[in-house]
């Protein structure tokens, strides 16, 4: 059976039950991800975790918003995003703006966790919310910031028009409350970290085993339903799953506000 295959049918069979299967599911996630990666060229695995186009934002010609998946030819994301190209490339940094929102844009970059908690640190209680402005990035510094903005309380938002993509949405997971507003361009595929030194093909599958595990465990920990990472694992790191509301909603990506508020009282 290809992996593809496989995780389709996993994704059918989760889309049959009911919420208290998602930790089962979460464990057959896992074993969608090993297959996948097994069935990756060498070859593939070698170039991806050498940091070439395609698998990093920041790199000059790595594509900032790669198409959607498809079978047949690619298409287009369903909104453009705002901000340019070079824009989402850069390291990402930190703007406070008014009503103690804190806009995080840019890529994801190794140490941007440190930069974020420098920023959280400094600002106190002022900070209430964080507006996503990413392409992803860095799954550690995304794993990072995710749990510290659960720590602290604070909600999280995607903006109209604004992009939240790879391992950004494992930031925007950490929000008490997540708001995507109408036309935010959300979507997942398959991350791992990517080291400066080629690893052997017994390293790398094993590097994205425990990735992969990591982002799950995360995830379920944050609320977030299982078939999210599902799409994720089917979907190859040259393309996008670009998530419509209703899905956001399904896999409670996106929160009730006033379901949320209610539970807080």
Not at 132 to 143: E, I, T
Not at 256 to 263: L, N, S
Request: hydrophobic share 40%; glycine share 8%.
């Amino acid at each position: 059976m290809r992996p593809s295959s496989l995780a389709l049918r996993l994704k059918e069979t989760f889309l049959r039950t009911d919420d208290g299967a998602l930790m089962r599911y979460a464990f057959f996630s896992l074993l969608a991800a090993a297959g996948i990666f097994v069935a990756i060229d060498v070859r593939e695995l070698s170039l991806a975790n050498a940091n070439l186009p395609g698998h990093d934002p920041m790199h000059t010609e790595a594509p900032v918003l790669p198409p959607a998946l498809t079978d047949g030819v690619p298409q287009a994301p369903p909104v453009q995003p705002e901000s340019p190209p070079e824009v989402l490339r850069q390291p990402m940094r930190f703007e406070l703006l008014s009503g103690g929102t804190l806009r995080a844009e840019g890529s994801i970059d190794v140490g941007a966790a440190t930069r974020f908690a420098e920023e959280i640190e400094a600002r106190g209680e002022y900070v209430k919310s964080v507006a996503l402005n990413s392409p992803g990035g860095s799954v550690d510094d995304a794993l990072a910031m995710s749990k510290l903005i659960r720590d602290k309380g604070l909600n999280t938002r995607v903006a109209s028009k604004a992009l939240c993509a790879s391992s950004c949405p494992i930031v925007f997971a950490g929000g008490v409350t997540r708001e995507a507003e109408k036309d935010a361009v959300i979507g997942v595929h398959q991350v791992f970290n990517a080291g400066p030194a080629r690893p052997s093909p017994e390293q790398a599958m094993s590097g994205a085993q425990s990735t992969t595990g990591r982002i799950a465990r995360h995830l379920d920990e944050m609320g977030i339903g299982a078939g999210l990472w599902i799409n994720a694992l089917e979907t190859p790191p040259d393309r996008l799953y670009y998530l419509t509301p209703d899905e956001m909603a399904e896999f409670k990506l996106t929160t009730d506000p006033v379901a949320t508020a209610k539970q807080q009282d």
